[in-house]
């Protein structure tokens, strides 16, 4: 039995090859629909100023900060999420970059929170984020962005919805209601909780602002039309691509973190089996806020779990069966096996040539009876077998997915191979 001091802490995992050909599937997804949208990556350090987190965060997160007091006497933290490391690092280098900015970052992000299915301590986010303009066309290219990414896993609009909301809603609502203004912050976070509180516990926390939970709900559930105008343009702008259909506006969205300030959004999969997959919006006074005013940047963003798209993938025949055709053992092209022993050095030179010339090459490293080397070829996932005999440099190419079999040559080899190696 392995020893229990030495497994994975609570709340964080292995990647063996397998797991970590996975988590490169949901990466290499990432990239390549981000790329497509124009966006640049960047990345922070996972360790900031405490201080950074507290300035302008909000809701739960200052209670599940990985914090602690370093050698130097430094309060610092390991980043529990990136708006906040990205504001501070767009305010320092946004002269150097035209505007507005389209970054996105991938990478782990850390917090004390309990684990359950799709929540955990140590978890990877994609962010995606435009700073530098206040305009809908922003928002409405985010929004398309978070769609696009589940299309690309292969989930359609009968698997999830974005539920889009605005803050500036409820924010007029609280006004015409009589909230003071420095209790905004928590009727929004009575709202916030709003499908997970039980109601009475939802109404005792509405009785200090004399609402009633059955007004709030009526509300939610019948917004007055036009209520967001800002919605209406994003909707318009998703209608022109197409992508409408994945949309609806739902006030029951507001997002716990302080900083946003109109509209945000959330993605959730059709069958409720999950908590939010994908969550941001519009936090036009964070960039100014880390900066002391010394930078004033409009920005909106969202981020995207990897542990929640995980299990969705899993439940969907549809994106399992494209992850599973992403990720299949591929250690190598070629897998050489040695049938004559003396013959050692011509095989390491070839391995060499092949490797030069761009082949992914494995070879065996002690002596092994050669039908074992072929199953070991076999195990490990190579398209090809290449026997190494003492008719060198005669050599035998074997198709390890149709079992036939030829005679080739070094040359012969190479132009076998080499659309291996261009793939």
């Known amino acids: 039995m392995p020893d229990a001091r030495f497994q994975p802490l609570t709340g964080f995992r292995d990647f063996a090859p397998q ?11 990432w990239r390549k629909v981000a790329h497509r949208y124009g966006f640049v990556e960047w990345e922070a350090p996972t360790l900031e ?6 300035k302008k965060s909000g809701g739960e997160l200052p209670t599940q900060l990985f914090r602690f007091v370093d050698q130097g006497e430094r309060d610092v933290t390991v980043r529990p999420e990136l708006t906040a490391s990205l504001g501070r690092i767009a305010a320092a280098y946004q002269r150097e970059y035209t505007k507005p900015l389209k970054w996105f970052e991938i990478g782990s992000c850390f917090r004390y929170e309990k684990p359950q299915k799709g929540r955990l301590r140590e978890f990877v986010q994609f962010n995606a984020d435009i700073l530098g303009e206040a305009g809908e066309g922003s928002d409405a290219e985010l929004i398309a962005l978070a769609i696009d990414c589940m299309r690309e896993f292969g989930f359609t609009s009968d698997d999830f919805v974005v539920r889009v909301s605005d803050r500036e809603v409820w924010l007029r609502y609280a006004a015409e ?13 009575i709202i916030d909780k709003f499908e997970r509180d039980r109601p009475e516990v939802c109404q005792e926390k509405l009785d200090a602002f004399g609402m009633k939970r059955a007004d709030l709900e009526a509300f939610i559930q019948n917004p007055p039309a036009g209520c967001s105008p800002r919605y209406e343009a994003v909707l318009e702008e998703l209608k022109a691509r197409g992508l409408a259909d994945y949309v609806k506006l739902d006030l029951y969205v507001v997002r716990g973190l ?13 069958g409720h089996s ?7 919006g519009r936090y036009n006074g964070l960039v100014a806020t880390l900066s002391n005013g010394a930078v004033d940047m409009p920005a909106t963003g969202f981020a995207m779990g990897d542990a929640v798209i995980a299990h969705l993938i899993e439940a969907c025949p549809a994106a399992r069966a494209l992850r599973d055709a992403a990720v299949k053992p591929d250690a190598c092209d ?13 095989m390491l030179a070839l391995a060499s040539s092949l490797r030069d010339a761009g082949v992914r090459v494995d070879l065996p490293l002690s002596p092994a009876k050669m039908g074992n080397q072929l199953k070991r070829a076999e195990k490990i996932g190579a398209t090809y077998a290449v026997i190494v005999g003492s008719e060198y440099p005669d050599l035998e190419l074997k ?3 149709t079992r036939e079999s030829r005679k080739t040559d070094i040359e ?4 076998e191979l080499m659309p291996e190696a261009q793939a």
């Not at 203004?181 to 976070?189: H, I, V």
């Not at 302080?258 to 059709?270: C, N, S, W």
């Open 19 to 29: 797991e970590f050909a996975l988590r490169a599937y949901l990466f290499g997804t």
């Open 49 to 54: 100023a405490t201080e950074l987190y507290l």
């Open 177 to 189: 209601h009589g909230v003071p203004e420095e209790k905004t912050g928590d009727f929004l976070a």
């Open 258 to 270: 302080a900083y946003y300030t109109g509209l945000v959004f959330e993605i959730f999969d059709k």
């Open 274 to 280: 999950l908590r939010a997959i994908a969550g941001g």
């Open 334 to 346: 070629v897998c050489l096996v040695l049938a004559a022993a003396e013959m050692r050095p011509q």
């Open 399 to 401: 198709n390890l997915a």
């Open 412 to 415: 012969g080899l190479l132009t």
